[in-house]
């Protein structure tokens, strides 16, 4: 049974520390995205590619989030320096594009991030 | 620009009640619809779709059906469970694009 995992699934650091978020999309699919969900703003798209190529991180703070996706297995987001604001759950998913219509997003289960 | 609109939660109901939450859509070209359902502690997953006009979606007894002359999809379910309390999410994806837009949500809770 195929499904996007994600690690790790809770993470607990300071203010000013480093996070790196990793997320395995589903064998064979081409486009990845990245969201988070907080009760405040709901679901909000930070960051998509498509073959490994980024389309849209217009959603991403750039000063301090970057998304990479070094090969077809792995994509991960970073936050640098971390701040309490970007508290929240960071859901990966992925799906493939070309399907001609309808294209299903399959989501991890999220990693949830406290910045204290 | 393209945007979902949905019911504001939470919806409380009693088991075996039926249940709508309306969805509502603005969105240039011919979109696909869907419904995404997040279980607490869980991403979400699909619940189903709808691609063209008049086009009706079904699972696990939920049902909606795509009305392009009202711009709707609203989501029903005849007889509710208590295993059906989750988030649900309206969502559409415009043509040629593989960026979703996603509704707000809405919060079920069903009471035995």
């Known amino acids: 049974d195929a499904r996007v995992t994600q690690t790790p699934r809770h993470k607990v650091t300071e203010m000013g520390q480093e996070v790196t978020m990793r997320c395995q999309p589903i064998?064979?699919?081409?486009?990845v995205f990245w969201y988070r969900q907080t009760m405040m703003q709901g679901l909000e798209l930070l960051a998509y590619f498509r073959n490994r190529a980024p389309l849209d991180d217009s959603g991403m703070p750039k000063d301090r989030f970057s998304a990479e996706m070094p090969d077809a297995t792995l994509a991960t987001l970073k936050i640098q320096p971390s701040e309490p604001r970007d508290s929240a759950v960071y859901f990966c998913?992925?799906?493939?594009?070309?399907?001609?219509?309808?294209?299903?997003?399959?989501f991890g289960p999220g990693t949830r991030l406290t910045v204290l | 620009g393209d945007s979902v609109t949905q019911m504001e939660g939470p919806v409380t109901l009693s088991e075996e009640a039926f249940l709508t939450i309306n969805c509502t859509y603005t969105a240039t070209g011919y979109p696909s619809l869907f419904w995404y359902v997040q279980y607490p502690g869980e991403g979400l997953q699909l619940l189903l779709k709808a691609t063209k006009a008049d086009d009706k979606g079904s699972n696990k007894g939920f049902e909606a059906t795509y009305r392009k002359e009202t711009t709707s999809f609203h989501l029903e379910k005849g007889s509710v469970q208590v295993s059906d309390s989750a988030v649900y999410f309206c969502?559409?994806?415009?043509?040629?694009?593989?960026?979703?837009?996603f509704g707000t949500g809405t919060r079920l809770k069903v009471l035995a």
């Open positions: 998913a992925s799906g493939l594009a070309g399907q001609g219509g309808g294209n299903e997003q399959f």
């Open positions: 969502a559409l994806l415009t043509s040629g694009t593989y960026k979703y837009i």
């Open positions: 064998l064979g699919h081409n486009t």
